[in-house]
């Protein structure tokens, strides 16, 4: 039995990160309410599905990409490669036949991005996975990801990992879906009732088709179907 990682900072619901449980209920207690709960305008309501993108996917998907366009467009070269890369989709990432490597979207990075490029890894990677046993084999199930390292170091590359800071854009974020210059809601696919969410969970697990994001309404006002 492996001891667990110390604890970097608390998340609601994530592993290992924190006492507080998720935010799927009827009712949510939220610590610090003044610095974690985020202002919303009148338009709450009608663009519910684009606001709850900003409590996780929306500032992850926006970490993983932040850089300055500017010098990357300066500093691309043709059939170098690319002068940066975000690796978002973390062990559970599966090859075109469906089997599951966790090295497959890093050793594509490092081998796509050019000499001295950055590498940001905002997908989960967990530190031991007990599915891993069965599907992907004992690395994995240990949490270890066998990686082109070799070829990494030759190429003089660089990896951040983390989650995202999420307070640190969702604010800017917000402000985006105000002006109406960005709608993250397309990526929800049905609203759901609280009561549906062993379901979709299963749903959502298995990769049915029509299944990317659910948004579950506490009060069983969901509309049960496709956005």
Not at 25 to 43: I, K, Q, S, T
Not at 131 to 144: D, I, M, T, V
Not at 169 to 175: E, H, I, S
Request: proline share 6%; net charge negative.
């Amino acid at each position: 039995m492996q001891p667990k990682p110390a604890l970097a900072g608390a998340a609601y619901g994530f592993a290992d990160m924190g006492p507080y449980q998720g935010g799927q209920a009827e009712l949510l207690r939220v610590p610090y309410g003044d610095f974690n709960a985020l202002r919303l305008g009148e338009d709450a309501a009608e663009r519910q599905t684009d606001y709850v993108m900003l409590a996780d996917i929306f500032p992850t998907g926006y970490h993983a990409t932040e850089q300055n366009p500017a010098e990357v467009v300066k500093e691309a070269t043709l059939g170098l490669g690319a002068d940066n890369g975000c690796e978002y989709v973390g062990y559970q990432a599966h090859d075109p036949q469906g089997q599951e490597d966790a090295s497959l979207t890093l050793n594509g990075l490092i081998d796509s991005v050019r000499f001295t490029g950055d590498i940001g890894v905002v997908g989960v990677f967990l530190p031991q996975d007990p599915g891993g046993a069965e599907a992907q084999g004992e690395l994995e199930a240990q949490g270890k990801v066998p990686i082109d390292f070799g070829m990494m170091w030759f190429k003089g590359q660089r990896m951040g990992t983390g989650q995202a800071p999420v307070k640190k854009y969702n604010r800017a974020l917000r402000d985006l879906i105000v002006g109406g210059k960005a709608k993250p809601g397309f990526v929800v696919s049905h609203e759901l009732s609280l009561d549906e969410a062993p379901a979709a969970y299963e749903h959502f697990d298995a990769r049915d088709e029509g299944w990317t994001k659910v948004v579950l309404h506490p009060n069983g006002h969901g509309n049960g179907h496709k956005r």
